[in-house]
C-alpha cells in the first residue's frame, strides 16, 4: 500500500509510473466507450507489496465521500507537452485542493491522441485524491483488492442469496469474521450486535442478510476491516453507528394523531411491536 504517513497516504516514487499506465489505459478506455478494468494497483518491490488507487478508484472513492467537485480547470499548450491544473473542492468542509500534471505529446515515438484528455484527468486526479479521507481510500482500496483476489471484474448489484458457495457466500463469510473482532470493542463503546445489524439493514436499505448482494458485503467487510485497523477508525464507524441510529428515530417520532392514549388503549395496542428483522450471529 502507500506508505502512511501520520493521517496520510503518501506513494513510494516506484507506484508513478505503475498508476501513470494504468490510468493512461483507464483514459483510453473511457474514451473509447470500453469499460474501465482497474480500479487498483497492486505489485511487488524490494520484497513488500505495494497498494493503492487508480483514477478510477479514486473517482470512485469520491463518489462515495460526496461533496467533492472540480471548480476550475486551466491548461497550457507547450511545444512537447500538455501542463493542466485543476482545483477540486470539498462542499461539506469547504477545503479546496489544486492538482497538476504535465503530459507529454508523444507516446514514445508516436503522437498520442489521448495527450490533451490524458493531461486534464490526471490533474484532476492529483486535485480529487488530496480531499478524500484516508478511511474512504481504506474502504474502497479494500472492497476492490478483495474483488480481485476471488477472480470477479464484473459489478454485480444484485445477487441470490448464498447456497453455501461462491463469492457472496465467501464475501459474508468475511464480514461476519470480521464483525465478530469487532464485538468486544463495540461493546465497550455502547454498541451491541442488535446496533450494528440494524446499522448495516438502514446503510443498506435491506430487511435481511440474504437481501445483501455480494458487492454489500464485500463494502462492509472494507468498512469494518478499516474500524478493526486503528482506534481513531473504530470511533468514526461508532459514531456513524449512533448517528444513523440517532436520525431514524427521530424519523418515526409517531405524530399526536398516531398516539393513543394508554387509558383507551386497547392490548393489542400497548404490546411492544416485534421487529421483523433477526439479528444475524455476528
Known amino acids: 500500500m502507500a506508505e502512511e504517513k501520520k493521517d496520510e497516504m ?3 516514487a516506484a507506484e508513478y509510473e505503475v498508476v501513470d499506465q494504468v490510468d493512461d489505459q483507464a483514459i483510453i478506455e473511457l474514451m473509447t466507450g470500453q469499460t474501465i478494468q482497474d480500479y487498483v494497483y497492486s505489485f511487488k518491490q524490494g520484497g513488500r507489496t505495494v497498494e493503492g488507487l487508480t483514477l478510477a478508484g479514486i ?13 476550475e480547470i486551466k491548461y497550457e499548450e507547450r ?3 500538455w501542463i493542466a491544473t485543476a482545483k477540486a473542492v470539498d462542499t461539506i468542509t469547504g477545503s479546496s485542493r489544486y492538482g497538476a500534471y504535465e503530459q507529454l505529446k508523444n507516446a514514445g515515438n508516436r503522437p498520442d491522441p489521448f495527450a490533451f484528455t490524458k493531461a486534464i484527468h490526471k490533474a484532476q486526479r492529483n486535485a480529487i485524491k488530496q480531499l478524500i ?6 474502504e474502497v482500496l479494500n472492497f476492490y483488492l478483495h474483488r480481485k483476489s476471488t477472480g470477479s471484474n464484473a459489478i454485480s448489484q444484485q445477487s441470490a442469496p448464498p447456497q453455501g458457495g461462491g463469492n457472496i457466500a465467501n464475501a459474508q463469510k468475511a464480514a461476519f469474521a470480521i464483525a465478530n473482532n469487532l464485538a468486544e470493542p463495540l461493546e465497550k463503546k455502547g454498541i ?3 446496533d450494528l445489524w440494524d446499522y448495516i439493514k438502514r446503510k443498506y436499505s435491506v430487511e435481511s442478510r440474504n437481501d445483501m448482494s455480494e458487492m454489500q458485503w464485500t463494502q462492509l467487510s472494507a468498512e469494518l476491516k478499516a474500524a478493526e485497523t486503528s482506534p481513531q477508525l473504530l470511533d468514526e464507524l461508532c459514531e456513524r453507528i449512533k ?4 436520525a431514524s428515530q ?4 409517531p405524530t399526536p394523531e398516531e398516539t393513543t392514549e394508554p387509558e383507551t388503549a386497547s392490548a393489542n395496542e400497548t404490546q411492544p411491536k416485534t421487529s421483523q428483522f433477526q439479528v444475524p450471529p455476528f
Do not use: C, D, F, M
Not at 448517528?243 to 440517532?246: D, F, G, K, S
Open 243 to 246: 448517528q444513523l441510529t440517532a
Open 133 to 138: 479521507p484516508v478511511p474512504v481510500i481504506r
Open 192 to 194: 451491541g450486535k442488535a
Open 10 to 12: 503518501v506513494p513510494v
Open 250 to 253: 427521530e424519523s418515526e417520532v
Open 59 to 71: 473517482n470512485e472513492a469520491a463518489n462515495r465521500r460526496g461533496g467533492i467537485q472540480i471548480e
Open 79 to 81: 511545444e512537447n507537452s
